[in-house]
């Protein structure tokens, strides 16, 4: 279903199609298989969406791009490097962590993972902050009791495993750019349901770090959406809906396009700067002073509920990486 992106975002395997034009026609066909084929009804569907997929391409492309070059998960890096003290806060659990990690268990024990000595991958990790209260110096005195914020990062997950750094940006994009069709599709959804007011109200509630599905981005597993949608067309229409006009192609495509033109709006990426000290209790200012360090990462908000989530691009030495322990791994029942 999703063999165009290896096109639009190639492994050093991959064959690149010579014109970018080529690679535009063939996501939106891709793009329609995936969310509504009857859009090919409409005699213009392609025009309308040319332009809007070709944005999409540029803001998936440049999200990859932003991620360079690799952070290392080493004992090292934890005492040398701020943002992968901030980011752990132990050093033992940098190695515990790619080792408990289920895509990564599941990359060495394929063909193309057996005697890796290092691995690539995509690092999410869910950002928390929380007031505390401790002691701080202020003209010399201790003074305790002092409300300050801290920073921590929790549920840290491994995506886009691989041996090498560009066939996990490869893997990196073509997980942003299905993030965006999935949200074309809820879109649709959402619409056809007539439930806008219960999808905004889903889009802002608390985010959540616990079960982001399949697909790193979201709550669901595509599979949860595909049969979900096959029971929508067997239902018809959703009860409560009768007195609702119904909505027509022209609306499912204008739902697709508005996703694709706003890339950014769908899956927000920014450069986070923060001044923290090394308990992770973040500073007055952004700049490194007075026992805080300057720590910069790029940050993803998803329109899903789900984060805000840091995003790195992670280098794990196998070596490092503990022994896989029976309470580590999954259940075996």
């Given at each position: 279903m999703f063999e165009f992106l290896k096109h639009l975002f190639p492994t050093d395997d991959d064959a690149v199609p010579g014109e970018d034009r080529r690679l535009v026609d063939f996501a939106i066909e891709a793009i329609v298989d995936r969310t509504d084929p009857r859009?090919?009804?409409?005699?213009?569907?392609?025009?309308?969406?040319?332009?809007?997929?070709?944005?999409?391409?540029?803001?998936?492309?440049?999200?990859?791009?932003?991620?360079?070059?690799?952070?290392?998960?080493?004992?090292q890096a934890f005492a040398a490097d701020p943002l992968v003290h901030l980011l752990f806060g132990t050093a033992e659990s940098i190695g515990e962590t790619a080792g408990r990690d289920r895509n990564v268990?599941?990359?060495?024990?394929?063909?193309?993972?057996?005697?890796?000595?290092?691995?690539?991958a995509l690092l999410l990790a869910g950002r928390r902050e929380k007031t505390v209260f401790g002691s701080r110096l202020?003209?010399?005195?201790?003074?305790?009791?002092?409300?300050?914020?801290?920073l921590s990062f929790t549920h840290h997950r491994l995506h886009?495993?691989?041996?090498?750094?560009?066939?996990?940006?490869?893997?990196m994009g073509r997980i942003v750019f299905r993030q965006l069709?999935?949200?074309?599709?809820?879109?649709?959804?959402?619409?056809?349901?007539?439930?806008?007011?219960?999808?905004?109200?889903?889009?802002?509630?608390?985010?959540?770090?616990?079960?982001?599905?399949?697909?790193?981005?979201?709550?669901?597993?595509w599979?949860?959406?595909?049969?979900?949608?096959?029971?929508?067309?067997?239902?018809?229409?959703?009860?409560?809906?009768?007195?609702?006009?119904?909505?027509?192609?022209?609306d499912y495509l204008d739902d697709v396009v508005a996703v694709m033109a706003e890339?950014?709006?769908?899956?927000?990426?920014?450069?986070?700067?923060v001044a923290v000290d090394r308990m992770g209790v973040l500073g007055p200012g952004r700049g490194a002073a007075g026992g805080y360090e300057a720590v910069s990462y790029w940050e993803a908000t998803p329109d899903t509920g789900v984060g805000p989530l840091a995003t790195l691009l992670v280098r794990i030495p196998v070596g490092e990486m503990p022994p896989l322990r029976i309470r580590d791994s999954d259940p075996v029942l």
């Open positions: 859009l090919r009804v409409l005699a213009d569907y392609r025009r309308r969406l040319a332009p809007a997929v070709e944005e999409a391409i540029l803001h998936t492309r440049l999200v990859v791009a932003r991620l360079r070059p690799p952070v290392a998960m080493t004992r268990r599941t990359f060495l024990a394929s063909p193309q993972g057996g005697g890796a000595e290092e691995l690539f202020e003209a010399g005195l201790i003074v305790a009791d002092v409300p300050q914020r801290m886009a495993v691989s041996r090498s750094e560009a066939h996990t940006l490869s893997l069709i999935r949200q074309a599709l809820e879109q649709m959804r959402a619409r056809r349901w007539g439930f806008a007011e219960t999808a905004a109200a889903q889009r802002h509630s608390p985010p959540s770090f616990a079960d982001p599905g399949e697909d790193p981005f979201s709550r669901s597993a599979t949860a959406q595909d049969s979900r949608r096959q029971e929508d067309d067997a239902r018809g229409s959703s009860p409560g809906t009768a007195n609702r006009v119904a909505p027509t192609l022209e890339p950014a709006r769908h899956l927000h990426h920014m450069r986070r700067t």
